[in-house]
């Protein structure tokens, strides 16, 4: 899949979940690539394609930097990638009745 259309062809749901997990301050962005094969470059793409302008910015300021984002640069302390509440059913979507 070339980076220009990694995300395109991705479900309404998937693309949900992903920009759940990278909102997460303990999700790595290596996580989302073995998860659904978008590097950081492309999440990035996905976010500010996704994400109100003002959004977009306060993600970026938040995840520029952070060492937990980074399976390489995270502490040895950091045995695992989420919250323990962190997976939902539905991932947060609301059904319809």
Do not use: C
Not at 39 to 47: A, F, G, H, S
Not at 68 to 96: C, F, M, W
Request: charged letters at 35%; aromatic letters at 8%; hydrophobic letters at 35%.
């Amino acid at each position: 899949m070339s980076p220009n259309k990694a995300f395109t062809t991705l479900d309404p749901v998937a693309k949900s979940r992903i920009i759940e997990m990278a909102w997460e301050d303990r999700t790595p962005f290596e996580a989302i690539d073995d998860e659904f094969g978008l590097v950081e470059q492309d999440v990035i793409k996905l976010m500010r394609s996704e994400l109100k302008p003002n959004s977009f910015r306060n993600w970026r300021a938040r995840v520029s930097g952070r060492t937990t984002k980074h399976k390489a640069l995270r502490s040895e302390d950091v045995i695992r990638g989420y919250a323990p509440a962190q997976y939902k059913p539905n991932h947060g979507l609301k059904r319809r009745v």
